[in-house]
């Protein structure tokens, strides 16, 4: 098994926290893992984006240039990343902050998921991220949800500690939404 995934939008929206929660989830589940984070200097509101490689064999490089999948936080992201997605790919779009009509491509797989209305309706607007990575776990079947929800003690800090059931809600409403239990 081998998977590759972009999670980019704005400082603020969790998007390196997703990325670290997806690639601790992978390791404990035994595969090999690497997370590249890269932001722009302003941290809120900046660009963020991060890669992570799952595989179950070594993993020559980081640095991906074409992902199996793309999680699209926002409109620039959406705009800069659908290109980068290979033919057959998976492209998951927060349609919220992002417009589909702008998805141009008829060779890859485009799931819009409202993920900040979800979050919103959750009870907190930072939980966008969470319901991205339970719509990932479920669209692309690398990994399972409830492996990304068992890793969250991992990540999250002592202090948000109290926050791991809502995050767990959020990864299951994600999941929900792309069409699973």
Known sequence: MYYDVFISGFGGQGILLAGQLLAEAAMEKGLNVTFFPSYGVEMRGGTARCTVVMSDNEIGSPIVDNPRCVIAMNQPSLVR?????????????????????????????????????????????????????????????????????????????????????????????GVRYAGGK
């Open 81 to 173: 990343y659908q290109e980068s997605t290979p033919p057959g790919g998976l492209l998951i779009v927060n349609s919220s902050l992002a417009n589909l009509d702008d998805v141009k491509r008829q060779d890859i797989e485009v799931h819009g998921v409202p993920m900040s209305e979800l979050a919103v309706e959750l009870g907190n607007a930072r939980l966008s991220n969470m319901v991205a990575l339970g719509a990932f776990a479920r669209l692309s079947g690398s990994i399972s949800s409830d492996e990304i929800a068992g890793a969250l003690e991992a990540v999250i800090s002592e202090r948000n500690r109290s926050l791991i059931p809502l995050n767990e809600r959020a990864i299951m409403e």
